[in-house]
């Protein structure tokens, strides 16, 4: 068994780019790959997933030379890896526009569409809502939902996919009230063409959380705007009985709308909720305490004199258990407003770039890349408080987008 592999994409670009048809053609048997772990790379030349049976090892991770394929011809950017989701060992993502793929690395070390579902309208991933997905079902959205100008509120789709024919479910929509008002930007003047975006979606309790924030241009281009944090809650999963939760202290629900979460439920069933002021982009935390609909207005978690989310282009907050989440490069103690890590100085100064990082067994995997420039991946264990240094990764890389659990 080799202990790293590139995954190639050779017959990837041809097949997702064929008709848009429900069920492609399958060989009855397929060999999956037998390697545990994947990591998502980017370099100068291209984009690639390297595979590795154990995070741990101490061995290099390289997509040098000629043992894989250059993916920047199929990907529409570098940065798409934010618009991709592996579940139970498969990758999920959009590639044109409407087409949703589902794709599985097979043992000769090639990635193949296993399925697909053609949307009739316009797609690309979003959300993923991880407290709904199931064994079978992974429960979605899309990046945009459509404007109704009629009822002043965005119909933001919620998608139930059977993963097993890759066919939907149900759809259930959310309608998400827009702004009665026109913003004005700091000249006074209107924004030009103001949209939502959904940042996140928690359901808790028979209610559904959304996270939200308002962007349009200022004649420059697009900006977020309305530095306050806005939160659509509704019955679940009947849709009724919205109601708008507005709190100005910490700015806008952080994030965007692609696949990385910045909601968690604590061990309490509290939802705690990261926001971003506008301009120097300084962070805090507030919290919808469990069995409550308003924001708590005892609690707000000022992360301003912290380099939260430093060097990255978007982190996903991981829920360590135990009280402990992870808002990177920090652990944190949400409830009691306390930082107690940094795996920077843990580490001995290596700044994390994952995007997407790994829990496994309670323990956090995240790559970090030090001064000299050397890439690792870490391991870092709540319970002990310490790190582990892993597989190395090589330097010629640019970014980690995903590091994933394949079987």
Known sequence: MKQNRILAYCALAVSLLASCKDSPDIPETTEKISTEYSVWVTSTTGSYILTTDDLMKNTLLTPAGNKGIDISGYLPG?????????YQGKFYLSNDGTRFSQLEIQDNATMKETNNYAFPSAFYLGKVLNELNSKDELVITKTA??????????????????????????????DIPFLDYKPLTPDN???????????SFTVRSGKMFVGHKYRGSDGTGNKDILDSTFVYVCDYPSMANGKLLKDARGGIVAGHWE?????????NNDLYILTKKIGPSTYGLVRIKAGETEIDKDYFFDLKDYNVFKNTSASTIQKLGNGKAYISPYVVDPANKKITADLRILTGGAEPKTTMNLIENGKLYDAFKTDASKWYIYEYDPATNAVKRGAEIDGGITHVYHINKLK
């Open 78 to 86: 570098d940065w798409y890896g934010v618009y991709a989701y592996n």
């Open 145 to 174: 939902g459509t404007y109704n100008a009629a009822k002043n509120v965005l119909e933001q789709p919620i998608y139930f996919m059977n993963v097993n024919n890759l066919t939907l479910n149900k759809t259930l929509t959310v």
């Open 189 to 199: 003047k209107p924004y030009i063409a103001p949209y939502m975006v959904p940042t």
């Open 259 to 267: 696949v990385n979460n910045t909601t968690f439920l604590d061990d």
